[in-house]
Every structure is written in C-alpha cells, then in structure tokens.
C-alpha cells in the first residue's frame, strides 16, 4: 500500500525540499525534479549561495516558482538562525519563509518523528469519509487526526494516510479496491460525498492555460542571463505590453526580478 518514495529516509533538508515541492503540486513531477536538485544543493547551505537564476533553472517545469524563491530565503534563514541545521520543531519550522502548517507539520513528523498529524487536501478526504462519515471544521478534523495519532510510529502512521489518499481515496474514490472499504464510515452510511466543502479539501484548480501563472513562467523562461530590454521579452513572450508590464511588476515586488527603467534582470 505504502508508496516507495525516493524522499523517504532523506535527510531532513531533503525532506524539507521534498514537502515544499509537493505543494499543489503531484507526486509524480516531484519525482523527476526532488533528486536533481537535492543533488546540486544537498545541504542549506549550498542553496543559501546559489543565484535565483541557477535555482528556477532546475525548478523550471515543477510550477509555482516563488516556493523556489521562498525555499532560498528559507535556507538562507537556516544557515543564519540555526547554524545550517533544519530546525526540529513546528513552531521553529513554521517561522521559515514559506513554510506553513502542513510542511512544518510533515517535515517534523517525517524528519524528526514528531507526535503531529499531517493534513493536506487527501488526509483531509479521508478523515472526512472513512472516519467522520461528515463534513467536518478544520477545529474537528485537527482534533480528529490527532487523537488518531498512534504513541509509535506516527511519520508511518502519517504517511499511511497520505497514501490512502492519494491512491484510493481520491476526488474520485476508488472503493472497490480500497483496503478500508469494510470500516469506511461513509460507505456505511451511504449520502452525498461528505468530502465536499470539509476543511483541507481543496477544490479543481483554474486551468493553467489562459491563466496569469502561465504569463508569469512565459515571462520567467524567456528572460536573458543579463538584462533583458521589455521590447525583447514583449516579442519572445507574445503578450501585450500592458500584460508585460503587470506581470513584470509582480515578479519584482516578489522578489525574481529587478528592473532599472525598460530593462529586467534576475534577483541577486
Ligand atoms: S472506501 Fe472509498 S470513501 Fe472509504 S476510504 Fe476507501 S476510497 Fe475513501
């Protein structure tokens, strides 16, 4: 049932890597990029000194590029904060830059074995319908799965329902092949999907195409290793100039870019 998981028994920086790369993102793209890059930054501080530029190199096609952004500064913190070392605990976890309650969660439970429960959109499912049998708050879930939480073992624990998740309990589940068929509340008791609106469920995502996360990669992918005049990104990228001019804003204020009049260069 367990998914074999190359981030599994990784050192916690690869852990830590591993979740951030998960986020809204699945399993099977994560595979193809988490090795790559724990490879040419296998520890904080190799990623603490390395250029934007080089970093959403290797990250480019994953999506959602400011989780690279945020992931540097992360390492950054780690390497100034705590003498290079992942903190251990949620809270201390919880103040790096983008890391929420889900990634601080799950890097302390499957780094550091830690006692939390770890609920992303596919726990959140299950809690819902094999445990609840009905929509439940995020108060009533959080207080759901941690009195599930076993005294030993809890990151297999954890995982065990990540898997059931993604594997079985799906948007679209699978009940007939799924291993908690026979004590699955919901399927006791039959009725709508109680998934539906409970807490850490998270709804079908925009359509990439047409969106502004595609202007954003277009605009990211096509900028030079120098500086890169707007007239040029406007005939590589194909978008309007008002639409180059919004996304390139953005992409400042966040921290990718820099830009001196009509020329944009990479963040330091
Ligand atoms: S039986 Fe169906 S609804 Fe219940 S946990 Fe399995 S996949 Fe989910």
Same mark, same amino acid.
């Given at each position: 049932?367990?998914? $074999?998981l190359p981030w599994?028994?990784?050192?916690?920086?690869?852990?830590?890597v591993s979740e951030?790369?998960?986020?809204?993102?699945?399993?099977?793209? /994560?595979?193809?990029?988490?090795?790559?890059? !724990?490879?040419?930054?296998?520890? =904080?501080?190799?990623?603490?000194?390395?250029?934007?530029?080089?970093?959403?190199?290797?990250?480019?096609?994953?999506?959602?590029?400011?989780?690279?952004?945020?992931?540097?500064?992360?390492?950054?913190?780690?390497?100034?904060?705590?003498?290079?070392?992942?903190?251990? !605990?949620?809270? $201390?976890?919880?103040?790096?830059?983008?890391?929420?309650?889900?990634?601080?969660?799950?890097?302390?439970?499957?780094?550091?074995?830690?006692?939390?429960?770890?609920?992303?959109?596919?726990?959140?499912?299950?809690?819902?319908?094999?445990?609840?049998?009905?929509?439940?708050?995020?108060?009533?879930?959080?207080?759901?799965?941690?009195?599930?939480?076993?005294?030993?073992?809890?990151?297999?624990?954890?995982?065990?329902?990540?898997?059931?998740?993604?594997?079985?309990?799906? =948007?679209? =589940?699978?009940?007939?092949?799924?291993?908690?068929?026979? /004590?699955?509340?919901?399927?006791?008791?039959?009725?709508?999907?109680?998934?539906?609106?409970?807490?850490?469920?998270?709804?079908?995502?925009? =359509?990439?195409?047409?969106?502004?996360?595609?202007?954003?990669?277009?605009?990211?992918?096509?900028?030079?290793?120098?500086? !890169?005049?707007?007239?040029?990104?406007?005939?590589?990228?194909?978008?309007?100039?008002g639409d180059l001019?919004?996304? /390139?804003?953005?992409?400042?204020?966040?921290?990718?870019?820099?830009?001196?009049?009509?020329?944009?260069?990479?963040?330091?």
């Open positions: 049932m367990a998914r $074999d599994a028994g990784a050192s916690p920086w690869g852990v830590l951030v790369m998960l986020q809204q993102t699945p399993v099977s793209r /994560v595979r193809r990029y988490w090795g790559p890059f !724990t490879t040419r930054f296998p520890a =904080p501080v190799d990623l603490a000194g390395a250029s934007v530029a080089e970093v959403l190199g290797l990250w480019r096609g994953l999506g959602y590029p400011r989780r690279a952004l945020r992931l540097i500064e992360s390492a950054r913190a780690i390497v100034e904060i705590h003498d290079g070392e992942v903190p251990r !605990t949620p809270e $201390d976890l919880l103040r790096l830059p983008g890391v929420g309650i889900y990634t601080a969660s799950a890097v302390a439970s499957f780094a550091f074995g830690r006692s939390v429960p770890v609920i992303d959109t596919n726990v959140g499912r299950v809690l819902a319908r094999a445990l609840a049998g009905r929509s439940l708050s995020a108060r009533d879930a959080r207080a759901l799965a941690e009195r599930l939480l076993p005294e030993r073992g809890v990151a297999p624990f954890n995982q065990s329902l990540l898997d059931l998740g993604a594997q079985w309990c799906r =948007p679209h =589940p699978l009940c007939e092949s799924c291993p908690v068929r026979r /004590v699955c509340a919901w399927r006791g008791v039959g009725g709508d999907d109680p998934a539906r609106g409970s807490a850490y469920v998270s709804r079908a995502q925009a =359509p990439y195409a047409g969106s502004e996360r595609e202007r954003r990669g277009l605009v990211l992918r096509h900028l030079g290793p120098g500086a !890169t005049a707007l007239s040029a990104l406007e005939s590589r990228t194909g978008l309007t100039r001019e919004r996304v /390139v804003d953005s992409l400042v204020t966040e921290g990718f870019c820099g830009r001196a009049g009509e020329k944009v260069t990479w963040a330091s």
